[in-house]
């Protein structure tokens, strides 16, 4: 994007974030609900599709761009990153990296506008941390893909219009071949979207169990077509590794967030006659969550650049993701520690940001994940043994 262009899309979403989200904070955590208005505002921006290519309809920002935006949206409750993350993400992207032209053409579009909610469904009760090990399955019955299954803790789930559902369509492939990725739409027979989950934190953002019963689509729902048959494990992997940079620069908008919410706190609140931002243990903890903000902030910049360019979308984004997801929850913790028990009441930012920020050393990948990643991308053969 031209670069005068792209300043001013950040600046309408700061303007956006600060000014209309961050007011309805505590509203959209305590009713666990994004405003239909924000949602609508959102679609309007273009938030729906600015990391989908621009010829079907969305903004075509690079990595580098994406992860300044994500950097913004990061400042307010993630349930807004979440509204159409999947869309930008790891749903969007199984089309962009797999699908044909004919299943771009017609979905894309729709996506990036925010017509369509797209949902990627690859959990499944026993398969998190490992998707290779998914047991739902699907087989060919005439010019019908006959769908068996269960995945669990599918963002957007309850809303969605359509499912990229991942599949093993070969038995007796290893492991991580004979995947397939479908599109099901929702309301498809046999289709079922469990009740919504109760979670700890981001709430606003809904994820629910999706159970599939002899679920039946046509041949050309297959994701890639022929070409797809048995690849989607490769598809998902090249979509969860764009998306830890994504969520990456989300976690630093957090930081950044945090780290206000410290300052101000600590600028304001009295105790023994002083103010708290006299103590030096305190300047302690706050200059510790700076220094996080800044190293997480030049490692998002630094993996998204590597990423554009090709040379590194393996170690770098499981690199930054897992030093964004500690990283900002150590910037929590001490945002809770500076509030001191008024960190712990509901209704103070701080509290429910603390909450919001426990799941991103989970999803995506959690630490340890990233940690096997990286040592194994490292020692080649002599992680094996």
Known sequence: MDAADFSAVLSEVRRFVRDRVVPLEAEIDEKDEMPADIREAAKKMGLFG??????????????????????????????????????????????MVGGTEEQKAHWLPRIASGDVLASFALT??????????????AHLDGDEWVINGAKRYITNAPLADVFMVFARTDPDAPRT?????????????????????HKMGQLGAWTADV??????????????????????????????????????????????????????????????GKLIGSFQLVQGLIADSQTDYYAGRATVLEAARAFDAGTDTKIGPSCTKYFASEMVWRVADRAVQIHGGAG??????????????????????????????????????AARG
Do not use: W
Not at 223 to 232: H, I
Not at 249 to 271: F, H, N, P
Not at 356 to 378: C, H, M, N, P, W
């Open 177 to 197: 071949r004979g995947i397939s990725t479908f599109l099901v739409p929702a309301g498809t027979p046999g289709l079922t979207v469990a009740p919504k989950d």
């Open 344 to 381: 712990y009441m509901r209704g103070v930012a701080v509290e429910r940001f603390y909450r919001d920020a426990r799941l991103f050393r989970i999803y995506e990948g959690t630490s340890q994940i990233q940690q096997v990643i990286i040592a194994k991308a490292l020692l080649g053969e």
């Open 50 to 95: 600015f990391a989908l290519p621009e010829e079907y309809g969305g903004l075509g920002l690079s990595m580098y761009e994406e992860a300044q935006l994500m950097f913004e949206l990061g400042y307010t409750t993630p349930s807004l990153r979440s509204m159409f993350g999947t869309n930008n993400g790891i749903a969007g992207h199984v089309l």
């Open 124 to 137: 499944e009760p026993e398969a998190g941390s490992d998707p290779s090990t998914l047991t739902t399955k």
């Open 211 to 272: 159970f599939f019963d002899d679920v039946r689509v046509p041949a050309s729902a297959l994701v890639g077509g022929d070409a797809g048959l048995n690849r989607g494990f490769g598809t998902a992997m090249g979509c969860i590794a764009h998306g830890r940079v994504h969520i990456s620069a989300l976690m630093v908008g957090m930081a950044e967030r945090l780290v206000d919410e410290s300052v101000g706190y600590a600028s304001t609140r009295k105790q023994s």
